[in-house]
Nanobody, 115 residues
Framework: VQLVESGGGMVQPGGSLRLSCAAS????????MSWVRQAPGKGPEWVSR????????YYADSVKGRFTISRDNAKITLYLQMNSLKPEDTGLYYC?????????WGQGTQVTVSS
């Protein structure tokens, strides 16, 4: 199993970024997938989850209305569209496979929101 995130960077408050997570080594379409982030000096924080078909999505209150999770099972890729970014969104963003627990994680992509 391999999960490789990309798309992070530095952006000003109010800006947008789109994260991608390329999956391989397992049947991507059979698993719910999540995004989890970790801010400097803090523990991991769940951000969002999407079911196998993409029809059901779930968000942390802190990102609801600003972030959109999606997936393309044909491209074996998970996405996170992040709009209206705030400094408190700064952190390392991971995609993770969900089986009732997170059993595989990527290496993370850094998102920094700063003026």
């Amino acid at each position: 199993v391999q999960l490789v995130e990309s798309g992070g960077g530095m952006v000003q408050p109010g800006g947008s970024l789109r994260l991608s997570c390329a999956a391989s080594g397992f049947t991507f379409s059979s698993y719910d997938m999540s995004w989890v982030r970790q801010a400097p000096g803090k523990g991991p924080e769940w951000v969002s989850r999407i079911d196998t078909g993409g029809g059901n999505t779930y968000y942390a209150d802190s990102v609801k209305g600003r972030f959109t999770i999606s997936r393309d099972n044909a491209k074996i890729t998970l996405y996170l569209q992040m709009n209206s970014l705030k400094p408190e969104d700064t952190g390392l963003y991971y995609c993770a496979r969900w089986r009732g627990f997170y059993d595989y994680w990527g290496q993370g992509t850094q998102v920094t929101v700063s003026s």
